[in-house]
């Protein structure tokens, strides 16, 4: 291995958890579970992949998070009944096998949703359908139908959920969770400007659309315990409006990183189009750089970090502890061999892997798990 990427292989603890790198599979939807939401053979041996081509820590594909309105995809893994938990056990103990940590992300798709096997009614913030279309490799078409508005009910009956599936994460033996506040899915529209006209005490100001989020890690940490591992996923872009960044900028991020790094949270999760590049304008802090100075916890970074010598940048300069790879672990599932290596990076292959739909491809499978 070559000596400038060693620090990408420290050992790094995260509240009394000690991960043998800093590389991180980041969640990833496949569409690959059965249709009632369990996990099953092909999935334990995509996430083994991962584990066996040495990342230290994997984060799973969105798992749903009740029998409501929470499920977004077809075939999405879920985290709701005794099957489930069932299911997901031998994925996690085969993962754990290789020393690889496994985090499970909680999920409520809120208006952003492409299929669901038990309503045709999305729940949102306010009565706004998400901006863009649905994305035809992960089964949806058109527009997205506008949602109904969250009662005060709802909002409670998400926040139980969100507890029930990281107390069942726990069962299943993942070594933490992972609380879904990104891309546009619910919780990201209760702090997105036009997704949340609330006039009640969750909406009407960004102060106001964090509240969900601060009681959902607080009932969580209460119910999971001090030592469990509670991170979340930030992010500016949708998965149909990836253009979009939070109004007023770094004051905005100033807000919601000191927000939620205030709460008892062991990590922030953020992804960008360009990990490195400025978050909120020219001249102005990344993402990554914005969540470690803001929220004063550890942060992954996400978002074209494929290349080790970006990867090790982020980490050198104190801007992320952790890197999480997307299309570049797709690419590479044995990424951090690679480096450790000086072996070559493959390319990502859209076309290959993740159409016509995202489920996960035989090829994928064969070429690298041997």
Known sequence: MSNNFETLFDKVTVHNTSFDNRYIVAPMTRVSANEDGTANERMQRYYERYAKGGFGAII????????????GYNNQPGMVTDN??????PIVDKVHEYNTKMIAQ????????????????????SAVAPKGEQLGFYGGSGPF?????MTKADIQSVIHSFVSAAQQAKEAG???????????????????????????????SLEKGLRIIQEIIRSVREQVGEEYIVGIRLSQGKVADQSYRWPNGEEAAKLIFGTIGSEAIDYIHVTDG???APGFGADTLSMSQAAKH?????VIANGKLGSPEQAHKAVQEEEADFISLGTGALANPDAPHRVKNGTEMNDFDAEAILFPEAYIKDMELNAYLK
């Not at 803001?294 to 550890?298: R, S």
Request: no cysteine.
């Open 274 to 276: 360009d990990g490195t």
């Open 106 to 125: 909680l999920m409520h798709a809120g208006a952003q949703v492409q299929g669901n096997a038990y309503t045709d009614v999305s729940i949102a913030p």
């Open 60 to 71: 799973s594909e969105g798992v749903y998070i009740d029998d409501a309105h929470s499920q």
């Open 174 to 204: 993942f070594d933490g969770v992972e609380i879904h506040g990104a891309n546009g899915y619910l919780l990201d529209e209760f702090i997105t400007d036009y997704m949340n006209n609330r006039d009640d005490e969750y909406g009407g």
């Open 84 to 89: 489930h938990v069932a299911a997901w056990k």
């Open 145 to 149: 139908p506008t949602p109904k508005k």
């Open 294 to 298: 803001y929220g004063k916890k550890p």
